[in-house]
Each structure stands twice: as C-alpha cells, then as structure tokens.
C-alpha cells in the first residue's frame, strides 16, 4: 500500500500543478473577451479567431482543472444527506462511486475521443468559420482532460481504501464539501430545537 500511495501523491501533485496553471487562463480568456469587445464596439470590427480563442480557453479551464477540483473535493454532491451518514458508509460511498462509475466513465469517454481527436489531428481540421482556429488542440483537450481526471480518481480510490485500512488519515473536506456539512449540522440542531426529530421518532 505505500508504494501506492506514493502513486497517488505524485497524481495529487501533478494535478494540482496543472490544475493552478490551467486556472490563470480564466484571465486570459476575460482579457481576450474585452479586448474582443471593445475592437468590436471602437472600430466595428471582430474575428472569429478570437471569438474561438474564448471558447477554447473555457474548455481548457473545464476539462483541466477537473481533477483538480476532484482532488480538492469542489464537486457539487449532495452533501446534505451524505454528510449525515457513518463515516464507514461514506468511505463506503466514495469506493463504489470512484470504482463503478468515475473511472469506468473516464475509460470509455477515452476510448471514444482518441479517435476523434486522432482523425483531427492527422487531417489538420481546421474551424468552418472564417479565419477561424485549428479545431485539433480543442479535441486534444478532452483526451488530455479525461485522462487526468481519470488518474485523479485512481488516486482518490487509493486514499479511500488506505483510510478504510487506517493506514492513512481522514483528512477531506473543504470547499462545498465542508460548507454542506455544517449546513446540514445546523439544519440538525434547528430540528432538534423545535422538536421536530421527536415528533418524527413518534
């Protein structure tokens, strides 16, 4: 179990690398946007490049910092009635979603867009719109994206599994996940308050 756990560190710092990289091209994109819109407003004049440049760099936020987000447990979940279960049966959870249903995901959608990014690339597609960009570096970015988000629910398998195994701390929370727990805390708490788990019992 060490030796894949060093795994899953070397997966955790690598996507998180890319995943704070990939995030300043949220700036970019702003600065492209309203660049784009004052040529437009000033001299009556755009371009589809740029117009795609946008779209480009939204997917490249999208699908590159996904593991990341995973990684920094921000996925929205329903984290209401998750927070209020055993911490064993949230473990629990966590495996069977990670083992049946993210990676599996990850693997098929990998399957499908390496073609699909494959024939782009050897043809050199290019956008149907004038003056547009080179649509191969967008399709790329499904592959790339899919395939860290994949390693990244391998490592959070891992984890999981060494915390089940108390070879590992159980140290996730933050973000929406954190907030949601002391929601539902307080929900819990109000409803004891004015009786109404009492009431439900009876």
Known sequence: ???????SRLID??????????????LVAVLISAGNALVRKVFNS???????????L?????LLCAAWTLLSNEHI????VNSLLPRRVRNWIEVVGHSLFLIPLCVLILIDSWPFFLRSYLQNEQ????GGLTVWPAKALVVIGFA?????????????IAIMRGQLEDV?????HEMAEAEAARLLEAAKSEGLLDTAKK
């Open 127 to 130: 956008s149907m719109n004038a």
């Open 1 to 7: 179990m060490r030796g894949l756990l060093a795994i």
């Open 172 to 176: 996730q929370g933050g973000g929406h």
């Open 46 to 56: 755009s371009s589809n490049a740029w117009l795609e440049a946008q779209w480009y």
């Open 13 to 26: 710092a690598v996507n998180a690398f890319i995943g704070r990289s990939a995030s300043w091209l949220i």
């Open 77 to 80: 979940r329903i984290d209401v």
């Open 58 to 62: 939204f997917g490249a936020v999208f």
């Open 148 to 160: 860290l988000l994949l390693l990244q629910g391998i490592s959070e398998l891992i984890k999981r």
